[in-house]
């Protein structure tokens, strides 16, 4: 019952969030240059014409009033219609998720084993060559940027060695093998960052933990150099290696917008600037809104998690 408590109110603690967010994306959207009535209109369509549109699309009202409109259809569960797809922006959202979805899939698939395994590895060997390696590759995969590695990566995987398609979605309807070829380049480059982060975060979390006195009466005890790692040390780290896994995760599902453009993937973050150029005002309000409803999804899932791996979030 306590935990059930502490889920509900950290939902409803999460609603004036999703509010601010609602409020700053429209805000913010209409701060940007350009008027999606002459995007759809055309450039050389007479001022008539786009003044239509804009009576037609409501932008010709004050923006308060649109801001209550929009609000007061989100309540009833209609995020609006995209102008540039002619299409609701739900049904555009869902027609990409698979694909952010399969791509941020595999990418942590491959953070989390390579991130916490390079991290743990490190903060055992610590001060030696092993260790310092291992920070020297971590901070490399944090500093260069994402795109640079993508284009390099296309450059040398499709083009020079044609083991990989150099951009492109196939549905995994299609095959496993085809589904997988056209993700696994875009996933690792998306990865290299993560990994680099969570390896430096549970690095330090286990130098924390070695350095702790129950891990010395472990080894005092007898315990062999394995459980005293593996079942003391590593257990006891946790915590943090879950929030960084969290947040990599939030990472991974938002910050794929670069990776999306470079290997041409039809995801949410192609769409979100597809949105933007095109100054579709409802689709990238709704799908902003709905990145944030995903982001705080995923930290009431971390709330589970700790009540899973620390028995002591439950008393507190």
Same mark, same amino acid.
């Given at each position: 019952?306590?935990?059930?408590?502490?889920?509900?109110?950290?939902?409803?603690?999460?609603?004036?969030?999703?509010?601010?967010?609602?409020?700053?994306?429209?805000?913010?959207?209409?701060?940007?240059?350009?008027?999606?009535?002459?995007?759809?209109?055309?450039?050389?369509?007479?001022?008539?014409?786009?003044?239509?549109?804009?009576?037609?699309?409501?932008?010709?009202?004050?923006?308060?009033?649109?801001?209550?409109?929009?609000?007061?259809?989100?309540?009833?569960?209609?995020?609006?219609?995209?102008?540039?797809?002619?299409?609701?922006?739900?049904?555009?959202?869902?027609?990409?998720?698979?694909? !952010? $979805?399969?791509?941020?899939?595999?990418?942590?698939? @491959?953070?989390?084993? *390579?991130? +916490? /395994?390079?991290? %743990? #590895?490190?903060?055992?060997?610590?001060?030696?060559?092993?260790?310092?390696?291992?920070?020297?590759?971590?901070?490399?995969?944090?500093?260069?940027?994402?795109?640079?590695?993508?284009?390099?990566?296309?450059?040398?995987?499709?083009?020079?060695?044609?083991?990989?398609?150099?951009?492109?979605?196939?549905?995994?309807?299609?095959?496993?093998?085809?589904?997988?070829?056209?993700?696994?380049?875009?996933?690792?480059?998306?990865?290299?960052?993560?990994?680099?982060?969570?390896?430096?975060?549970?690095?330090?979390?286990?130098?924390?933990?070695?350095?702790?006195?129950?891990?010395?009466?472990?080894?005092?005890?007898?315990?062999?150099?394995?459980?005293?790692?593996?079942?003391?040390?590593?257990?006891? !780290? $946790?915590?943090?290696?879950?929030?960084?896994?969290? @947040?990599?995760?939030? *990472?991974? +599902? /938002?910050?794929? %917008? #670069?990776?999306?453009?470079?290997?041409?993937?039809?995801?949410?973050?192609?769409?979100?600037?597809?949105?933007?150029?095109?100054?579709?005002?409802?689709?990238?309000?709704?799908?902003?809104?709905?990145?944030?409803?995903?982001?705080?999804?995923?930290?009431?899932?971390?709330?589970?998690?700790?009540?899973?791996?620390?028995?002591?979030?439950?008393?507190?």
């Amino acid at each position: 019952m306590r935990e059930l408590r502490r889920l509900s109110l950290r939902f409803l603690n999460a609603v004036p969030v999703i509010l601010l967010v609602a409020v700053l994306t429209f805000f913010l959207m209409h701060l940007l240059p350009g008027d999606p009535a002459v995007v759809i209109a055309g450039q050389d369509a007479s001022p008539q014409a786009v003044a239509r549109i804009r009576t037609q699309l409501g932008l010709d009202r004050p923006l308060p009033e649109q801001l209550l409109v929009w609000l007061a259809n989100l309540a009833r569960g209609n995020f609006g219609t995209s102008l540039a797809l002619n299409q609701s922006v739900l049904a555009a959202v869902l027609d990409r998720l698979p694909v !952010t $979805l399969s791509l941020a899939a595999i990418s942590l698939a @491959i953070t989390v084993p *390579l991130g +916490i /395994g390079a991290g %743990v #590895i490190a903060g055992y060997k610590r001060n030696t060559w092993i260790d310092q390696s291992v920070m020297v590759i971590a901070l490399l995969g944090v500093s260069l940027p994402g795109f640079w590695i993508a284009i390099l990566s296309v450059i040398l995987f499709s083009v020079q060695l044609k083991w990989l398609p150099s951009g492109g979605y196939v549905p995994l309807a299609q095959g496993a093998w085809p589904w997988f070829a056209s993700l696994i380049q875009p996933a690792v480059v998306l990865a290299l960052f993560q990994i680099g982060f969570l390896a430096r975060m549970t690095r330090s979390a286990m130098l924390d933990v070695l350095d702790q006195d129950f891990i010395r009466a472990a080894r005092a005890r007898g315990v062999s150099e394995w459980s005293a790692v593996i079942k003391h040390a590593f257990r006891n !780290t $946790l915590i943090p290696v879950v929030t960084a896994a969290g @947040i990599i995760l939030s *990472l991974l +599902i /938002g910050g794929s %917008v #670069i990776v999306e453009q470079v290997f041409a993937l039809p995801g949410i973050g192609r769409l979100i600037v597809q949105a933007i150029l095109a100054r579709d005002y409802p689709l990238v309000q709704g799908t902003m809104l709905l990145l944030g409803f995903a982001f705080v999804a995923i930290n009431l899932l971390l709330d589970i998690v700790y009540l899973l791996v620390d028995p002591r979030v439950r008393y507190e």
